[in-house]
């Protein structure tokens, strides 16, 4: 058992979200509650997964004005999530508002770039050229860092150089997870699970390698196997 892996739970309502974190059972102590299923049930399927003892990452990837982002920090705090994500983007202020709402027991993690974006789109996106995604994700971990923030979502081909960034004690998490030969589908920059842990993350989120499969508990046991310290 390993909570390094964490399970997205990319349903349209909490019923098969359910299903599926009652199919993995205890082989599976953390699940990602993202936009389209907060969205669909709010705060009920946080608390579900609570009382099943589920640690939860909240990824509602949060950009907006500081007093809104700290209070919706405040809030996300009450529910016992673990993760929260907030976007590196919405500068400086936002991320320092955000880290002294955060109550004790949550751990906020700033997205760099989103992994569906390659060196070409981001440039579509800041208006200019960008040769290396990974080298905008590295900026941006450098004001994460200075803001106080716990950890960053990154890809897992930049974990090393963020963790450079970053120190030894902040939480990497990287999303855009596939084993070798499965589709990337809206993804860009993916890497193995191995290779992700190997790169200096300390967490990875895998979705629809899981969720799709035809044996999702056995596709979980075989990622998490790879996960350091699983037993």
């Given at each position: 058992?390993?909570?390094?892996?964490?399970?997205?739970?990319?349903?349209?309502?909490?019923?098969?979200?359910?299903?599926?974190a009652?199919?993995?059972?205890?082989?599976?102590?953390?699940?990602?509650?993202?936009?389209?299923?907060y969205?669909?049930?709010?705060?009920?399927?946080?608390?579900?997964?609570?009382?099943?003892?589920?640690h939860?990452?909240?990824?509602?990837?949060?950009?907006?004005?500081?007093?809104?982002?700290?209070?919706a920090?405040?809030?996300?705090?009450?529910?016992?999530?673990?993760?929260?994500?907030?976007?590196?983007?919405?500068?400086?202020?936002?991320l320092?508002?955000?880290?002294?709402?955060?109550?004790?027991?949550?751990?906020?993690?700033?997205?760099?770039?989103?992994?569906?974006?390659?060196a070409?789109?981001?440039?579509?996106?800041?208006?200019?050229?960008?040769?290396?995604?990974?080298?905008?994700?590295?900026?941006?971990?450098?004001?994460?860092?200075?803001?106080?923030?716990g950890?960053?979502?990154?890809?897992?081909?930049?974990?090393?150089?963020?963790?450079?960034?970053?120190?030894?004690?902040?939480?990497?998490?990287?999303?855009?997870?596939r084993?070798?030969?499965?589709?990337?589908?809206?993804?860009?920059?993916?890497?193995?699970?191995?290779?992700?842990?190997?790169?200096?993350?300390?967490?990875?989120?895998?979705?629809?390698?899981?969720?799709?499969?035809?044996?999702?508990?056995?596709?979980?046991?075989?990622?998490?196997?790879?996960?350091?310290?699983?037993?």
């Amino acid at each position: 058992m390993s909570d390094r892996v964490i399970v997205a739970l990319d349903f349209p309502s909490a019923e098969p979200a359910l299903v599926l974190a009652d199919r993995l059972g205890p082989a599976c102590t953390f699940y990602k509650v993202g936009l389209e299923l907060y969205t669909a049930e709010g705060a009920a399927v946080v608390r579900a997964l609570r009382r099943r003892g589920k640690h939860v990452f909240l990824d509602l990837k949060l950009h907006d004005i500081p007093n809104t982002v700290a209070r919706a920090t405040a809030r996300a705090g009450e529910l016992g999530v673990r993760f929260l994500t907030v976007h590196a983007a919405g500068g400086a202020a936002m991320l320092e508002a955000a880290a002294a709402a955060s109550p004790g027991g949550l751990r906020l993690l700033a997205v760099t770039v989103l992994t569906s974006l390659d060196a070409p789109g981001l440039g579509a996106v800041f208006g200019r050229r960008v040769e290396d995604a990974g080298l905008e994700a590295e900026r941006l971990a450098r004001l994460v860092r200075g803001a106080g923030l716990g950890g960053v979502v990154c890809a897992a081909g930049e974990a090393g150089r963020i963790r450079a960034v970053m120190g030894p004690g902040a939480a990497i998490v990287t999303p855009g997870i596939r084993a070798p030969g499965e589709p990337r589908h809206d993804q860009r920059r993916v890497r193995t699970p191995a290779e992700a842990f190997r790169a200096g993350a300390t967490h990875i989120v895998v979705g629809r390698p899981v969720t799709f499969a035809p044996d999702p508990a056995e596709a979980f046991a075989r990622i998490a196997a790879g996960a350091p310290g699983a037993s």
